[in-house]
């Protein structure tokens, strides 16, 4: 048992002075000092530090790491076209291996403890996550050219393999895919009474092509086929109709906010004024590390709310501990985690150690607006996953030597860049 | 003398693999390795790491420490005038010196080695420079009811008090002062053929009404009562018209770009494009902490970049190399800090060591990218001033602890706002 003690404690009714008792890999009690302590193999003085959830990545492409500062500021189709696809059409399953480690590392460097992937070769991901004790879950990234009945046998596999490994329905997004695929991930949606996920409404021409193609928006489309009769969500969001914003409070639905990578991209901007005033579930996401180029959940809470305040023009808008909600449990909730969305006994042990002691955290005069409007990831101390220690202080605790992974990923970059 | 070697340095040509020599306070020697070294006292082996020139905060407000987190989410007339003002009423110089000090840690923490530095009581700012060993240059903030006639006495003697610090001319903004403040330093630019500096078009209402009441923008009203004559510039500088960033530019006067703080109040966005092809100076600032909240260039300079995309709707509009130079060559060339603002033979050692070996960082496609848009302040594992190393690996080198400095901001901070 390991016990966290003499700090504070992010719970979903505040902060608190609390003390965490992790047993295995759950939260096994919460709550004031104690004279029955059990006999702890690790007793962690926080010395005034605060315990938080992890912060959930819901919505990346880990392996996109080797285009990393590799293709930026181009406009977004000669991105993909010129710079992302044909570089991804090299990957093999050893180079994805190397640069899915690249990812995690600076998940767990930056407080991230689990995340919700939409990539290559599911197999190597898996392994990573299962050799590393990582949690991640997989949203299926069916293209055109792709079976889309695979989902059915990847479905039982990839969520059977592991406990902390899940796989979800989905789809890459309207415009990668035609009508068949639809039909049959909304099958499979019936058959596993299981939510879908895809990228939903990026660009106004993602938008424009679909009402051309299909006469209704993503959304409406994805409704009207039964994808979202077990729920799910959609990756960006931007140009959503009202209609479609409200399709997604009526079934319940979770917008993952991506807001460095719309900006690095120049998308656009999400709706958060009016999502949130339709009840809008809301998730944050980095999106991949080629058009980010950070895996940060902290740059990620902050620029949701200075958009959102720009968006207004109104410095009163935004809403920072929404965002921080969105970035820790509506993430969990989305991803179908829901046993790793709070500091409370019985779940998840998957927990951030903050450093209050570092100036830009100080004085802590609010503890929730000091994590998203001056934290960073130099705040991240100690990043637990089911109960084990990951990181610490700078050091990797996943089996293997961070340089090592480096000097791969490097090499394998090399071989598909030049 | 210190060596720096086994590393890469980001000179003005580019990045090299030179090694760095530091003699007192100066750069000595940058080059390739060398037969002949001298006895250095200290050998640091960067190990793959890159040395570059500190970035240099060319506008903040470091006192404003205890207003971090305190005020957030108001709009802007109800933020300065309820929230700011009448707690700035209540500052101290030993409250003030306390939030100061807060402020110095935060950059030394996150790579920034000098700041361009506008607040209250310049003798216990100045105070807290010298005694730290930190780089900090003055603007004068006259307001209403300030005798603008100081700014002779306080150019005279704090431009004398030390090598570590400056005094610039200036006054706060245009709509906080009259005529006669303009007129007086105007005469104060001439009598010391120096440089003057304000706010400046922060706000669409601050240029609305400058028009109302002198007929035209700020730039042009400075302009024409010869404030410019010998240089400065403006921060912000959101709502520049085109013939003001035509005098910007044909005066050579620095726009200092506050991205962070602009997005937070919601004022709006630079025009960056149209100043860089105007070729108008660029220097960046994090304001103060009050309004952004965190004091760190890695996160301005992402926005600055994001938000110029955004803005013109193209994700190829930016350009982070310009960028970075701006947060560190520009900004020292606008402080008047020529000799900070490279790693040349003769120029001070005012460094930064750049972590390599953290996960955001790798691969390692393109540094100056990597930077930019991947790097943060977990990144910064030395940041020296002067030939002194004033942090190094979490480790305050500043004569005082920083637990203290902490306690005592607290408490003053708790004076202040109850």
Known sequence: MIRFYNGLTLEPGGVTENEVWVDGSAISYVG??????????????LGGDLLMPGFKDAHT????????????????????????????????????????????LEYLAN?????????????????????????????????????????????????????????????????????????????????????????????????????????MTPTKLFDSLGLYDYGGGGYHCIYMTDEDLDIFARRGLTAVLNACSNGKLASGTFRLREAVEKGVNLAVGTDGPASNNALDMFREMYLINIMAK??????????????????VSGGARAMGLADCDAIAPGKQADLVRVDMHRPNMRPVNNVVKNLVYSGDPSNVRLTMIAGRVLYEDGQFYVGEDPEKVYRTAEEYTRQILG
């Open 32 to 45: 004031p000092a104690r004279e029955d302590v059990p006999a702890f193999t690790r007793q962690i003085d």
């Open 61 to 104: 492409h880990s392996g996109m790491t080797f285009l990393r500062s590799a293709a930026d500021d181009l406009p977004l189709q000669e991105w993909l076209e010129k710079q992302v696809f044909p570089r991804e059409a090299k990957l093999t399953p050893e180079s994805l291996t190397a640069f899915v480690k690249v990812a995690f």
């Open 111 to 215: 407080g991230i403890t689990a995340c919700f992937d939409m990539y290559f070769f599911p197999d190597q991901f898996v392994q990573v996550a299962m050799d590393w004790g990582f949690r991640a879950v997989m949203c299926e990234s069916l293209t055109a050219g792709d079976d889309p009945s695979r989902v059915y046998e990847r479905y039982e596999k990839y969520n059977a393999v592991s406990p902390l490994v899940g796989y979800r329905l989905g789809f890459h997004a309207e415009y990668t895919n035609g009508i068949e695929t639809f039909k049959t991930v909304a099958e499979a949606a019936h058959h596993f009474k299981a939510p879908v996920w895809c990228h939903n409404s990026e660009t106004v021409s993602e938008v424009r092509d679909c009402v051309a193609r299909h006469g």
């Open 310 to 327: 720009l968006r207004e023009g109104n410095a009163a808008a935004g809403d920072p501990a929404l965002i921080l909600n969105a970035a």
